[in-house]
Nanobody, 127 residues
Framework: QLQLVESGGGLVQPGGSLRLSCAASIFTLDDYAVGWFRQAPGKEREKVSC????????NYADSVKGRFTISRDNAKNTVYLQMNNLKAEDTAVYYCAAEFMGPTIEAMCVPMFFGSWGQGTQVTVSS
């Protein structure tokens, strides 16, 4: 079973930055889709961003385009989420997920298609 461990969450002021990391337990993340999803209290889990580990193709939610950047380091089996210009509405538990790659990253970037999940890391944006 693939194991994922997130890190990097915390408390930050509006306009600040954080970088989340998702480390995978297996030897290589080649040919996987890896996604970041978030869930705020009382809300459904939603897409933030996804990436294909083989080609680096990416997909973003409209709400984070231009502010968040997803990237991967296959040598370290790690996917990152750089979050800039954070807003109060970004406050949530952020989860990393992985699954064997499907036809397109756009089609796959939905929580129901991912079978392996991390434990989540809290991101709080507040002054």
């Amino acid at each position: 079973q693939l194991q994922l461990v997130e890190s990097g969450g915390g408390l930050v002021q509006p306009g600040g930055s954080l970088r989340l990391s998702c480390a995978a337990s297996i030897f290589t993340l080649d040919d996987y889709a890896v996604g970041w999803f978030r869930q705020a209290p009382g809300k459904e889990r939603e897409k933030v961003s996804c990436i294909t580990t083989s080609t680096g193709s990416t997909n973003y939610a409209d709400s984070v385009k231009g502010r968040f950047t997803i990237s991967r380091d296959n040598a370290k089996n790690t996917v990152y989420l750089q979050m800039n210009n954070l807003k109060a509405e970004d406050t949530a538990v952020y989860y990393c997920a992985a699954e064997f790659m499907g036809p397109t990253i756009e089609a796959m970037c939905v929580p129901m298609f991912f079978g392996s999940w991390g434990q989540g890391t809290q991101v709080t944006v507040s002054s």
